[in-house]
T-cell receptor, first 112, second 116 residues
Framework: SQQGEEDPQALSIQEGENATMNCSYK?????LQWYRQNSGRGLVHLIL?????REKHSGRLRVTLDTSKKSSSLLITASRAADTASYFC????????????FGGGTRVLVKP | DGGITQSPKYLFRKEGQNVTLSCEQN?????MYWYRQDPGQGLRLIYY???????QKGDIAEGYSVSREKKESFPLTVTSAQKNPTAFYLC???????????????FGAGSRLTVL
């Protein structure tokens, strides 16, 4: 079973709007990461947040982590058409042998 | 530029044939991984290797085989025993920096295998 589950599965927004997606997981983690995948391509690492961190920023990305709720959110501010992609959370957990476990992803469509 | 190269990008196979997907990295990373991705789905781990001449099964290893004779190379063979091999296959590498918790993966562009 997947450690991380993203919500929503798909998201459609207008350019300039913010996009928020969530990730829930089941076991204690060392860190949680977000990756982006353009259609038919490999994944690209966006941001990593450690279990003792609550919020992290990188450019237009903001990630939060709530270990008490076992959840994380990724916010993309002022979205652009080029942000259209699938976004995956991945958890690094001792229960999984410290290997990354990926969720099913959120497909984001940013309409110009 | 450092990176991961997967080949071929597209591959067609007849039922009953084995095929080998290539993965080469020049990042000097210790660990390498193979994932399978089905349409609209997340990634599932097939095999991984943390050091040369050693590899471990992931969650869906049945019908697949790997080798790690060189640090730079981690080829994946999809055997005829894999019942549903049509999928997108992704190779990744990870720098061995577990002490800082920075286990970030770098991915190749993927290989799409279609069984006819």
């Amino acid at each position: 079973s997947q450690q991380g589950e993203e919500d929503p599965q798909a998201l459609s927004i207008q350019e300039g709007e913010n996009a928020t997606m969530n990730c829930s997981y089941k076991t204690s983690i060392n860190n949680l990461q977000w990756y982006r995948q353009n259609s038919g391509r490999g994944l690209v690492h966006l941001i990593l947040i450690r279990s003792n961190e609550r919020e992290k920023h990188s450019g237009r990305l903001r990630v939060t982590l709530d270990t008490s709720k076992k959840s994380s959110s990724l916010l993309i501010t002022a979205s652009r058409a080029a942000d259209t992609a699938s976004y995956f959370c991945a958890t690094d957990a001792r229960a999984a042998g410290n290997k990354l476990t990926f969720g099913g992803g959120t497909r984001v469509l940013v309409k110009p | 530029d450092g990176g991961i190269t997967q080949s071929p990008k597209y591959l067609f196979r007849k039922e009953g044939q084995n095929v080998t997907l290539s993965c080469e990295q020049n990042l000097n990373h210790d660990a390498m991984y193979w994932y399978r991705q089905d349409p609209g789905q997340g990634l599932r781990l097939i095999y991984y290797s943390q050091i040369v001449n050693d590899f471990q099964k992931g969650d869906i290893a049945e019908g697949y085989s790997v080798s790690r004779e060189k640090k730079e190379s981690f080829p994946l063979t999809v055997t005829s025993a894999q019942k549903n091999p049509t999928a997108f296959y992704l190779c990744a590498s990870e720098r061995g920096d577990r002490g800082s918790g920075a286990n970030v993966l770098t991915f190749g562009a993927g290989s799409r295998l279609t069984v006819l």
